[in-house]
T-cell receptor
Framework: AQTVTQSQPEMSVQEAETVTLSCTYD???????LFWYKQPPSRQMILVIRQEAYKQQNATENRFSVNFQKAAKSFSLKISDSQLGDTAMYFC?????????????FGKGTKLSVIP | DAGVIQSPRHEVTEMGQEVTLRCKPISGHNSLFWYRQTMMRGLELLIY????????DSGMPEDRFSAKMPNASFSTLKIQPSEPRDSAVYFC???????????FGPGTRLTVL
């Protein structure tokens, strides 16, 4: 079974600064997907970014980028130029590939506060 | 597209009552998931449907929980009878064929008194 660990329950960052959220995972699979979801106070789960394990290049979506270290089983999220609207819970998630792989396994989340 | 639609957004009920949560997936998506979120256990998958057929219901807590998907545009999650420990946020998510991204609805916050 896969596990996802987010070791930082809470973090804060000054507006316009950069922050990195950590995530590690454990799996015996060679190919899989990793995700970061954002859950603002509205409660909506929003997909921020996706990384495919077979791709060496780190995924980037505007101010959001990841540092994917497959050997270390590490998948961190970097938020540049933090904005007040980035205040939210952030969840790291794992999904296997292939027949029968459909379940997202989530970490416990990191609560990020952006300070004006 | 309006995204995944869930109703109601909030539900407060008394122990022993029947609760029905509703979900309309994104049009054209063929996979549907029900998740439960609590402080203690985080996000857990309850049941997964593919092409309206339940594929994996191993996450359903007990017989008090049941889920149906009578057609591609509607699913329900029913709890009967409800208990205080069922209080949680329940999410519905859908995924397109050959896709990897699950799109979540706004969730239903259930409080059982």
């Amino acid at each position: 079974a896969q596990t996802v660990t987010q070791s930082q329950p809470e973090m804060s960052v000054q507006e316009a600064e950069t922050v990195t959220l950590s995530c590690t995972y454990d799996t015996s699979e060679n190919n899989y997907y990793l995700f970061w979801y954002k859950q603002p106070p509205s409660r909506q789960m929003i997909l921020v970014i996706r990384q495919e394990a077979y791709k060496q290049q780190n995924a980037t979506e505007n101010r959001f980028s990841v540092n994917f270290q497959k050997a270390a089983k590490s998948f961190s999220l970097k938020i540049s130029d933090s904005q007040l609207g980035d205040t939210a819970m952030y969840f790291c998630a794992f999904m296997g590939v292939g027949a029968g792989s459909y379940q997202l396994t989530f970490g416990k989340g990191t609560k990020l506060s952006v300070i004006p | 597209d309006a995204g995944v639609i869930q109703s109601p957004r909030h539900e407060v009920t008394e122990m022993g009552q029947e609760v029905t949560l509703r979900c309309k997936p994104i049009s054209g998506h063929n996979s549907l998931f029900w998740y439960r979120q609590t402080m203690m256990r985080g996000l857990e998958l309850l049941i997964y449907f593919n092409n309206n057929v339940p594929i994996d219901d191993s996450g359903m807590p007990e017989d008090r929980f049941s889920a149906k998907m009578p057609n591609a545009s509607f699913s329900t999650l029913k709890i009967q009878p409800s208990e205080p420990r069922d209080s949680a946020v329940y999410f519905c998510a859908s995924e397109p064929l050959l896709g990897t991204d699950q799109f979540f609805g706004p969730g239903t916050r259930l409080t059982v008194l």
